[in-house]
């Protein structure tokens, strides 16, 4: 099950798919919250929908991470079955069509060995990997079929080579690559959510590192967050502070990498390839490029693939009858 959030395919959809969001209890939780929770989510969803719809507009009138996680699902399954893996990838959303239960009920209508729980968050957190995870086991009824579960990856080998190969790919677009200031940015998460134990943050500064260190790069690197809801206090810098920030200090060629994310979507192609290279361009900086998603790239599908293999504790190189269901959340 490759866990997405999911996203909506048209500019109607955009508030109902909002309301789902801020319906989960993983998202917003509060004293009381089974009283108020829909009426805010209600107030909420109403009026974030119209700030958001500009985004959405931009890159056509809907999110392609349905698009993309189709593909992904699609790749993934291809992948495995030249492993000798005989795998179902079943696509489902966590806030918008396909659901969930529109993905368990494919799954029973298939004869499945084992079925493998794979998340599309590369980094733990309870309000994506763990919101999931817990609307899985409110939908999908107890079996006897083997589950397994891979909790994050973003210190998976392949899924860093995979980065660093997308990252490349933008710096060979500056005259010069190694003058480029390289900004990763990663989706916030509210600081209390961090404060509960919640590994998101140091997973996020650590996926830096490491691909930083994979790369092999000097530039001078910067992290920051992004795609910040509501008046509570989320993790800081945010993408537009820190663009001024850098702006200041003198940077002129500027390389985003969103860190977080797996495909395109409106946080990608909306919120960083258009609202901040807009802010960029007034700012003074000359030029300012974007990190393409991993998407399909077969760098991440084989990551994909050796995750969901050694989950199951098949070498990939291993021949097997065993069929598995992969479903894409």
């Not at 309301?19 to 089974?34: E, G, K, M, Q, V």
């Not at 809907?62 to 000798?84: M, V």
């Not at 200090?249 to 919120?271: K, Y």
């Not at 007034?282 to 991993?294: D, K, P, V, W, Y």
Request: aromatic share 8%.
């Amino acid at each position: 099950m490759l866990f997405q959030l999911g996203g909506p395919d048209n500019l109607e959809a955009i508030e109902p798919f909002l309301y789902n969001l801020f319906c989960d209890p993983d998202i917003i939780d509060f004293p009381f919250a089974r009283l108020g929770r829909k009426a805010l989510a209600k107030l909420i969803s109403t009026t974030r929908a119209r700030k958001v719809e500009h985004h959405y507009s931009v890159i056509g009138g809907g999110s392609p991470i349905r698009k993309h996680t189709e593909r992904q699902a699609c790749a993934l399954e291809q992948q495995l079955a030249e492993a000798g893996i005989d795998a179902t990838c079943v696509v489902a959303m966590r806030y918008w069509h396909p659901f969930t239960r529109e993905a368990i009920a494919k799954l029973e209508a298939a004869a499945v060995d084992e079925i493998v729980l794979l998340p599309l968050y590369p980094q733990y957190s309870s309000t994506t990997t763990g919101s999931s995870l817990n609307e899985w086991n409110r939908c999908f009824q107890p079996s006897s079929v083997p589950m397994h579960y891979v909790r994050e990856f973003y210190r998976h080998p392949t899924y860093l080579e995979a980065v660093a190969e997308k990252v490349e790919e933008a710096l060979d677009r500056f005259p010069r690559p190694q003058e480029a200031l390289l900004l990763f940015s990663a989706h916030s998460v509210p600081t209390a959510v961090v404060e509960k134990g919640d590994p998101y943050q140091r997973q996020i500064e650590e996926t830096v590192e490491l691909v930083m260190r994979r790369g092999g790069w000097r530039n001078r690197h910067r992290l920051c967050y992004q795609s910040k809801v509501g008046a509570s206090k989320w993790l800081q810098p945010s993408l537009r502070t820190t663009l001024r920030q850098i702006a200041a200090e003198g940077a002129r060629q500027v390389c985003v990498v969103p860190i977080s994310f797996v495909s395109d979507h409106v946080e990608t192609l909306g919120e960083v390839d258009h609202e901040a290279r807009e802010q960029a361009v007034q700012l003074g900086i000359t030029q300012f490029e974007m990190c393409a998603g991993l998407n399909d790239s077969p760098k991440f599908i084989a990551a994909l693939a050796e995750l969901a293999a050694a989950a199951m504790g098949v070498p990939q190189s291993s021949q097997s009858n065993n069929q598995c269901l992969v479903a894409a959340d």
